[in-house]
């Protein structure tokens, strides 16, 4: 596929990109600045379309559906990390890791609360349940952002520089958490990073240059 | 019990910038409160105005008088032709309502209707030496009684002694003084047609209104049809209803059928009630001035919501959220803050009455309708309307942010947040 910003003048930010992740797998999106990493994680979600080609989720062309039907998609099957965490300031942890529930609205009230709880709890954060995003670490604010993503049991993960604001340390509790999430859950992670050490730990690596993919493997 | 999500997050965005917040429903509060005390205190006035000419006069009066003159018989006889005639001096006929009695039983047979016979002239009281123009109504009082408040406003005597005494007359205060007449005394009037009889004030008429009480004079119909030579004629039937509403319509069924000028009492004061229109479109203007103004205020709140949650919209769009999601959020922080204005404000307008209704005139004495305080309406509608009016503008002033918010591409803000 391809993605051409009209202009004027027009640029061509992927070109001519072909990428298929099978399910449970780790890629590690990588690249220069500019490269078009983000660019291409914006199509995989469905956040952007392709001005040529297609975007197929669980096998379907995405590129015949509807806005709304889009919205439902990424609501129901895809997670998104960015570098900011974009955490709602006026809700606690546990109300901002069930708005994604509240509006696809599968679960029943306790077992939202039961599933939102059980998520923190499995990324440590069970003693930040009722605390609001400002009185959080900037690690703890990304996994409550990662709890958030999971939220409704997405088949595919996909993460923007997570690890961007974070200190290596708490870089690698994220890289662990992705891992742990492939491995034991059989998730799809697909994460764009310009850091070559956390790079190395996924299992196949997307090289992007000026928006081609240059080496995949 | 939770509340929706988007209202959830609506009231997350309204509680974090308070002091905007209640700024913004204390504008709407406002225009709503200004719009009800102001429309009390108004519309009041204008009833009460209302009152006084739907009480002290007919609601109906007929008079032997033709809107449109009846065509000669020239053009009745060449309807087409090319005629001219000048000059042409009216029919010396005898005026008055033809077979006034019939119509009168007719009138009255008529649900919630009573009528009385009038004959009304102009005469001159004469006093000694001096002469004060008068307009004088023959009246039955049994039935009189039946369709003016003449009875209430008689400051001296009474309706019987119209009957009781010969050539009885009553006269407006005003006219009394002017004569420098009393009651009992016996004064000449004299009419038009030269007939000049003795006749004998019996009472006296106060109504506050002085076209009224300087101005008229009532005597007995028998006793004026002889004093105008013009026996068994009534030229005024006058006519009072139940329910006042129905004046205009009902007057316009009597002339259709009658023929004869019918005018109801809006179209005799048709020039004090379009003053009214005039006033009330002022006020309208001034508190929907106020209303504006608010609206521009809950604009701003929502307008800058919408600028500093840039960040909160693109991630609920790129989880998920739709278009629709996104404006029903501010749509409804503009609903909210229209619905709290609205409430507060009828309790502003609610406190404004009663602040009014505390208000007197010193030194004035009784101003109107013997009071000296302000004369208030206590109506309900004004506050459904006036909320609903706030409603409406916070609505309107949200949509246009709510729109923007809706729109924005997620996309971009993620690529400027990093």
């Given amino acids: 596929m391809s993605r051409t910003l009209p202009g004027p003048p027009p640029v061509t ?32 979600g469905l956040l952007d379309r392709p001005s040529s080609g297609t975007v197929l989720v669980d096998g379907r062309d995405t590129g015949r559906l509807g ?25 606690t942890t546990l109300d901002n890791v069930l708005i994604p529930m509240r509006k696809l609205g599968r679960l029943d009230a306790p077992a939202m609360r039961a599933r939102a709880q059980a998520l923190l709890e499995r990324l440590n954060l069970a003693e930040a349940a009722r605390k609001y995003p400002e009185q959080l670490s900037g690690g703890m604010r990304q996994r409550v ?26 870089a690698r509790i994220v890289f662990d958490i992705f891992e742990r999430l492939t491995t034991e859950e059989g998730r799809t992670v697909i994460v764009v990073t310009h850091d070559p050490d956390l790079a190395a730990r996924t299992r196949r690596r997307v090289q992007l240059v000026d928006g081609r993919i240059v080496s995949d493997g | ?18 002091r905007q917040t209640v700024v913004s429903i204390l504008g709407v509060a406002l225009g709503v409160g200004f719009f009800v005390g102001i429309n009390a ?56 309502i033809r077979n006034a009695r019939a119509k009168l039983a007719e009138l009255e047979a008529l649900p919630g209707v009573a009528a009385a016979p009038t004959l009304q002239g102009q005469v001159i009281l004469r006093y000694g030496t001096r002469d004060v123009p008068v307009s004088l109504y023959g009246i039955e009082p049994e039935r009189e009684r039946r369709v003016t408040n003449i009875e209430r406003d ?33 004064i000449s009037v004299v009419s038009p047609r030269g007939v000049t009889l003795s006749m004998k004030i019996v009472g006296l008429i106060r109504t506050g209104i002085s076209s009224i009480d300087n101005g008229q004079a009532y005597a007995l119909l028998k006793t004026v049809q002889v004093l105008q030579n013009r026996s068994n004629v009534v030229n005024q039937i006058r006519i009072r209803l139940d329910d006042v509403a129905q004046a205009e319509p009902l007057a316009r069924r009597i002339e259709a059928r009658m023929r004869y000028r019918t005018e109801s009492w809006e179209e005799t004061n048709r020039n004090v009630l379009s003053l009214f229109v005039i006033q009330n479109s002022i006020m309208y203007s001034v508190v929907g001035a106020i209303l504006l103004v608010a609206a521009f205020g809950i604009y701003n709140i929502i307008s800058t919501v919408v600028y500093e949650k840039t960040r909160d919209i693109a991630i609920l769009k790129s989880l998920g959220f739709g278009e629709r999601d996104i404006q029903a959020i501010f749509l409804a922080e503009g609903v909210i803050v229209g619905l709290l204005g609205g409430l507060v404000g009828a309790l502003v307008g609610q406190g404004l009455i009663e602040l009014l209704a505390q208000v ?6 009784p101003v109107i309708g013997g009071r000296n305080g302000f004369i208030l309406a206590r109506e309900t509608w004004p506050y459904v309307a006036g909320a609903a009016f706030a409603l409406l503008a916070s609505v309107m002033a949200a949509l246009i942010p709510a729109r923007r918010a809706a729109r924005l591409n997620p996309v971009d803000i993620i690529r400027g947040a990093a």
């Avoid at chain 2, 009480?55 to 006889?77: C, G, K, N, W, Y």
């Avoid at chain 2, 007197?360 to 004495?365: C, D, K, T």
């Fill in chain 2, 41 to 96: 205190l108004m519309r009041g006035f204008q009833q009460y105005f209302i009152t006084q000419i739907i009480d002290v006069a007919p609601h109906i009066v007929i008079r032997d008088e033709f809107r449109t003159p009846s065509p000669q018989p020239a053009f009745l006889a060449f309807p087409r032709a090319a005629v001219t005639v000048s000059g042409v001096k009216p029919k010396d006929e005898p005026r008055g």
């Fill in chain 2, 1 to 18: 019990m939770r509340l929706p999500l988007f209202l959830d997050i609506a009231l997350g965005h309204l509680r974090r910038r308070k």
């Fill in chain 1, 145 to 170: 952002a990662i709890a958030r993503a999971l939220a409704n049991d997405p088949a595919l993960l996909l993460a923007d520089e997570p690890t961007g604001n974070l200190d290596t340390a708490n």
């Fill in chain 2, 154 to 186: 008689l400051a001296a005597g009474r309706l019987e002694d119209l009957r009781s005494t010969a050539n009885a007359l009553i006269v407006g205060v005003g006219v009394a003084e002017k004569l420098g007449g009393a009651l009992g005394d016996t």
């Fill in chain 1, 13 to 44: 930010i992927i070109q001519d990109a072909s990428l298929a992740v099978a399910a449970g797998e780790f890629v590690a999106v990588t690249g220069p600045s500019g490269s078009g990493k983000s660019s291409l994680l914006y199509l995989l």
């Fill in chain 2, 360 to 365: 007197r005139f010193a030194n004035s004495g």
């Fill in chain 1, 67 to 91: 806005r709304s039907e889009l919205d439902r998609l990424r609501l129901a099957r895809l997670g998104f990390v960015f570098q900011f965490h974009f955490l709602l300031p006026e809700f």
